[in-house]
T-cell receptor, first 113, second 113 residues
Framework: NAGVTQTPKFQVLKTGQSMTLQCAQD?????MSWYRQDPGMGLRLIHY???????DQGEVPNGYNVSRSTTEDFPLRLLSAAPSQTSVYFC????????????FGPGTRLTVL | KNQVEQSPQSLIILEGKNCTLQ??????????LRWYKQDTGRGPVSLTI?????NTKSNGRYTATLDADTKQSSLHITASQLSDSASYIC????????????FGTGTRLKVLA
């Protein structure tokens, strides 16, 4: 199993540009999430999905869109990048049970100039 | 307000020494508490998970304890190794319809030879 994979690993954008961060998992997990990690702060939930076709907002959803057309893929779209979106983004997946382990991808480091 | 606080923020120890990291939380309703290890440039990896009824959980040289009455947890690392250099993140789950994860800001541990 590859686990949770993310691409790209690094990205530099100019303000106003759009892009999609890719996330895929091969563990047949129902739950997938996107987090951002900023210095001095805990990981914060952007969006999450409890299954194909079902998504919901986390605590910091503004400026981001998601979709979940398959169990495996959960892309995160930045609509119009802003410097405040400079961060490290992590995708994670887990099974339905709340006590089950959440597996994280390697992260995407995004810089918005 | 649900919060997870970790101490110390950073710690430097010599190889072979033991150390203990602290996590205090105010999360309700409590579901479980996890400790993650995050190497630089990588995603977090689960070390232990404890539910309300569990006082201690071990994973090799890592031992986590939980006092649900005082809402405190600790992660004890025995006979530290250079590879233990990482950030250690405490995460508390709240069951609010769907599971919500509250992340601490982490303790950055550096082990010196």
């Amino acid at each position: 199993n590859a686990g949770v994979t993310q691409t790209p690993k690094f990205q530099v954008l100019k303000t106003g540009q759009s892009m999609t961060l890719q996330c895929a998992q091969d563990m047949n997990h129902e739950y997938m999430s996107w987090y951002r990690q900023d210095p001095g702060m805990g990981l914060r939930l952007i969006h999450y999905s409890v299954g194909a076709g079902i998504t919901d907002q986390g605590e910091v959803p503004n400026g981001y869109n998601v979709s979940r057309s398959t169990t495996e893929d959960f892309p995160l779209r930045l609509l119009s990048a802003a410097p405040s979106q400079t961060s490290v983004y992590f995708c994670a997946s887990r099974t339905r049970g709340g006590s089950d382990t959440q597996y994280f991808g390697p992260g995407t480091r995004l810089t918005v100039l | 307000k649900n919060q997870v606080e970790q101490s110390p923020q950073s710690l430097i120890i010599l190889e072979g020494k033991n150390c203990t990291l602290q996590c205090n939380y105010t999360v309700s309703p409590f579901s479980n508490l996890r400790w993650y290890k995050q190497d630089t440039g990588r995603g977090p990896v689960s070390l232990t998970i404890m539910t309300f009824s569990e006082n201690t959980k071990s994973n090799g040289r890592y031992t986590a304890t939980l006092d649900a009455d005082t809402k405190q947890s600790s992660l004890h690392i025995t006979a530290s190794q250079l590879s233990d250099s990482a950030s250690y993140i405490c995460v508390v789950s709240a069951l609010t319809g769907t599971y919500k994860y509250i992340f601490g800001t982490g303790t950055r541990l550096k082990v010196l030879a």
